[in-house]
């Protein structure tokens, strides 16, 4: 089994860019491009992927600053960016959507930041067998001025790469920030075409949730206080959950994996989908996250089938992505029947 999940066609449709840099892909980037000897970083990456028992939501912000700052040249973000689809494709991920939240400082714009992050992701996809989507990420929990900024953006860059630029993602710290706030940013961008994955219910605010589901998305992101009436308005509405199970846990927002509502979905039929989120931070991979499934629910082979297709259904991939996926999926299943 742990074989056949390692090796299976998989789909990764909810990983942010900065907290997908396992800690081998760290040391070889502050190595590669800032010359820092490994020694030096053993502590500070121990911390970085540690998380105290009863770890809280708020503390797990704090963890990206380490990565921030190795990508905070244009060297940095494009090393990072080939590093981070180099190891998915490594994990036999076939088609990826990565989000991240344009920065802007003393060496670059979110200009150069978004189209640092398109051309890496071009370069990469001619390295390795992976089809690789952008969602860039408005963060809660900086101004709306920024978010206006990076729809604008993301909209310039979706007219000239339109494979590439699919989405946004609506992210941060659910504690800070107030959705209705970004709901004229965020519509604009459907508006014009481009698919919203919002992270929703990730903190217990009724109030919220009932303006996200009333604003709609094309996914959402945890959904883990979402009642039982919200997961039937996902199922009435094909918006599947993106389940992030190590993410919950070690983040403390699930207190274990079997308390997890992925399995409340799989028995009501809800539209879900596995994911990392962060599987740098998480120390985790998607393939780790489907033999956590299979140990903890008992999901069969044929369930981690029918769900990566299902994430082949809900991405943001065209047409013809998706019948190529379907197909590799198909013909590795056919190799494996026995
Ligand atoms: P980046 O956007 O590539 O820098 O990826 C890291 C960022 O993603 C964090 O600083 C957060 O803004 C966002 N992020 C990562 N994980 C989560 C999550 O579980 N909930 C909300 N936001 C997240
Ligand atoms: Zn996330």
Redesign the pocket.
């Known amino acids: 089994m742990i074989k056949f999940l390692r090796e299976l066609p998989k789909v990764e449709l909810h990983a ?4 997908s840099l396992c800690i081998d892909s760290i040391r070889e980037l502050a190595e590669n491009v800032y010359g820092k000897q490994a020694e030096e970083f053993t502590a500070m990456c121990e911390r970085f992927i540690t998380f105290e028992k009863g770890a809280k ?1 708020n503390e ?2 704090e963890k ?1 600053g380490f ?2 700052e190795l ?1 905070s040249t244009r060297k940095g973000l494009q090393y990072a960016t080939e590093l981070a689809v180099r190891d998915f494709a490594k994990d036999n991920v076939m088609y990826l959507e990565l ?3 344009p ?1 802007s400082n003393a060496n670059m714009s979110r200009r150069d930041y978004l189209e640092t992050v398109v051309e890496s992701i071009k370069n990469a996809c001619n390295q390795y067998a992976i089809t690789v989507k952008l969602l860039p ?1 408005i ?1 809660r ?1 900086e101004p709306v001025e920024v978010a206006e900024e990076t729809v604008a953006l993301s909209l310039e860059l979706c007219q000239n790469d339109p494979d590439i630029v699919v989405g946004i993602d609506f ?4 504690s800070q920030g107030k959705f209705s706030d970004f709901m004229p940013a965020l519509e604009l961008a459907r508006k014009h075409g481009l698919k919203l994955a919002v ?1 929703c219910a ?1 903190i217990d605010n009724p109030t919220e949730i009932r303006e996200m589901l009333k604003f709609g998305m094309s996914r959402c ?2 959904g883990t206080f979402l009642s039982s009436s919200g997961f039937a308005h996902m199922k009435d509405h094909n918006i599947p959950i993106e389940c ?1 199970l190590t ?1 919950n846990v070690k ?1 403390g927002t699930v207190s274990t994996v079997s308390a997890h509502h992925l399995k409340e979905l799989m028995e009501a039929d809800v539209p879900k989908v596995l994911c990392t ?2 599987c740098g931070v998480f120390d985790t991979t998607l393939s780790d996250e489907f033999i956590l499934a299979n140990e903890t629910f008992g999901l069969t082979k044929s369930q981690c089938i029918g769900l990566t297709m299902e994430a082949i259904q809900h991405s943001f991939a065209t047409p013809q992505e998706k019948l190529k996926m379907k197909m590799q999926l198909y013909s590795y299943t056919r190799r494996h029947e026995n």
């Open positions: 942010h860019l900065n907290g939501l797990c912000f990206f990565v921030h990508t989000r991240t939240t920065k990420s963060n929990s992210s941060g710290n659910p992270h990730e992101g945890h992030c993410s983040s989120d962060d």
